[in-house]
């Protein structure tokens, strides 16, 4: 039997303390998203009207998460924000 088949007929404690003993042991890790724009770029049209007061974080240097806390987004929201910019890409590390 998979893991997957063994933890889909698991309580959800149980998942949440797999991960916990992955992370501990390092045997799972995980991948952030850090978004950059195109210093020069301007606003193109069509873009989401919350865009503007992002653009000074999008450097590089904040992950997603950070500018999700920071600007009280939902990770979803802040993929429609970024998505709506074709001049700003994301690092995965």
């Keep these: ?3 997957a088949a063994l933890l889909s007929h698991a309580e959800p ?5 797999f991960i916990q003993f992955g992370r501990i042991h ?26 503007a007061s992002l653009i000074p974080w999008l450097n590089g240097h904040h ?4 500018l999700c806390c920071y600007h ?3 990770s979803k929201e802040l993929d ?14």
């Design 63 to 66: 992950s997603t998460d950070e």
């Design 26 to 51: 390092n045997l799972i890790r995980q991948v952030k998203s850090y978004p950059f724009r195109q210093p020069e770029a301007s606003l193109a049209p069509g873009t989401h009207e919350r865009l």
């Design 13 to 17: 404690t149980l998942h949440r303390r």
């Design 72 to 74: 009280e987004l939902s």
């Design 80 to 93: 429609t924000i970024l998505d709506s910019d074709p001049y700003t890409f994301m690092f995965r590390k």
């Design 1 to 3: 039997m998979s893991l």
